[in-house]
């Protein structure tokens, strides 16, 4: 009896290493898990911040183009006005778009959606808290989904207006990748000269053209460059909604980041 009583307490001893050891193994495995999930969350927070600053980049130039049309559209409106009470004559005004240059070059905003791709199609998505989780869908789901709509609308009405209300701009654009005059990140030219006598002189006769005259003395030049001007504005208002949001989740996840750093 004292034999077996002592078989007992041995197994018994064993069954109780083993079984502790085996769940020291698990607990050992499931923390460096963790510790190792929160090293990605951390990892996928900042690259999150990385890409919603380089929205506020696009952004940053998306506005500085539509600044630029605004204006432009709005000299070109008054300059029509003025050829229109005869105020001036047909040289000084196709003097005058000339010295205009390209009105618009329709920047359009894309975002930065990489990372948010990724959680989506690993799951890590559902680490962030409910309230940034459900910022990110709307930011980069419904929010993008109107901007590209409307991406795709300002790209038509100005390729529109540039080939059949405005096409002295088709000239101008391919003009100055020939001087590079004016910055253009369309055709990748650096601005820093000055457009030659011959592209002057294409200039010039492209506008005393009996047809092109026609083109810009017509009311469907004036109509589609206030419809431009209005699909501008109209465009702006979206951008101004896009980087709303995206300062309203910037400042949320660096909050959240804090929280999980301290």
Same mark, same amino acid.
């Given at each position: 009896m004292e034999y077996k009583k002592k078989l007992l307490i041995k197994y018994s001893l064993e069954f109780i290493v083993i079984v502790v050891g085996i769940s020291v193994t698990f607990w050992i495995d499931e923390w460096n898990r963790n510790r190792l999930e929160d090293i990605q969350h951390i990892k996928d927070i900042k690259s999150i911040i990385d890409d919603l600053e380089f929205d506020s980049v696009t952004i940053d130039r998306v506005n500085s183009s539509l600044e630029i049309g605004d204006f432009k559209s709005k000299k070109i409106i008054e300059l029509i006005e003025i050829k229109q009470q005869n105020k001036i004559s047909y040289e000084e005004y196709y003097k005058s778009i000339i010295d205009l240059g390209f009105l618009y070059s329709y920047e359009t905003f894309f975002m930065t959606d990489a990372t948010y791709k990724s959680l989506i199609s690993n799951g890590r998505i559902?680490?962030?808290?409910?309230?940034?989780?459900?910022?990110?869908n709307k930011y980069y789901e419904a929010i993008a989904k109107r901007i590209y709509d409307n991406n795709q609308i300002v790209d038509n009405i100005s390729l529109q207006y540039y080939n059949y209300y405005h096409p002295f701009?088709?000239?101008?654009? $391919?003009?100055?990748? @020939?001087?590079?005059?004016? %910055?253009? #990140?369309?055709?990748?030219?650096?601005?820093?000269?000055?457009?030659?006598?011959?592209?002057?002189?294409?200039?010039?006769?492209?506008?005393?053209?009996?047809?092109?005259?026609?083109?810009?003395?017509?009311?469907?030049?004036?109509?589609?460059?206030?419809?431009?001007?209005?699909?501008?504005?109209?465009?702006?208002?979206?951008?101004?909604?896009? $980087?709303?949001?995206? @300062?309203?989740?910037?400042? %949320?996840? #660096?909050?959240?980041?804090?929280?999980?750093?301290?």
């Open positions: 559902n680490m962030f808290p409910e309230d940034i989780h459900s910022m990110m701009s088709m000239l101008y654009a $391919n003009e100055n990748l @020939n001087n590079s005059v004016v %910055s253009d #990140r369309r055709f990748g030219v650096t601005g820093s000269g000055e457009f030659s006598e011959k592209s002057m002189e294409r200039f010039y006769r492209f506008f005393k053209n009996q047809k092109i005259k026609e083109i810009y003395l017509g009311v469907e030049f004036y109509s589609n460059t206030i419809n431009l001007r209005n699909r501008i504005n109209l465009y702006t208002q979206r951008i101004k909604e896009v $980087n709303s949001e995206r @300062n309203k989740i910037s400042e %949320s996840i #660096r909050e959240y980041l804090k929280q999980l750093e301290n």
